[in-house]
């Protein structure tokens, strides 16, 4: 499968924003790809998802109108800007990849991201 390797998490405060990357191998085509984050004694959350060929998006309530999901065909890379930051998105956040759309996610290693008040 090749790794996903996310970056660009941190700590900002509410209001800031961050974007994260995730970069796949080049020699691997994922049709599907999305953004899952998961806080402390919480459920995973898929907060972006997006179909790599016709970049048809979606996002979970949560964070409509706040953040934005594009993926990058040359480079394989995913990206999530997210804006408006709010100290209810901190979480471990993962880059997730299925060649078929089929719900069979190759997960990256995830990357934390902490938002103060």
């Known amino acids: 499968q090749g790794p996903l390797v996310e970056s660009g998490g941190g700590s900002v405060q509410a209001g800031g924003s961050l974007r994260l990357s995730c970069a796949a191998s080049i020699h691997y085509n994922y049709a599907c790809m999305a953004w899952f984050r998961q806080a402390p004694e919480q459920e995973r959350e898929r907060v972006a998802f997006?179909?790599?060929?016709?970049?048809?998006?979606y996002y979970s309530d949560s964070v409509k109108g706040r953040f934005t999901i594009s993926h990058d065909n040359t480079k394989n890379t995913l990206f999530l800007q997210m804006n408006n930051l709010e100290p209810g998105d901190t979480a471990m956040y993962s880059c997730a990849a299925d060649h078929s759309c089929n719900g069979a996610w190759f997960w990256g290693q995830g990357i934390q991201v902490t938002v103060s008040s």
């Open positions: 997006i179909y790599t060929g016709n970049k048809n998006a």
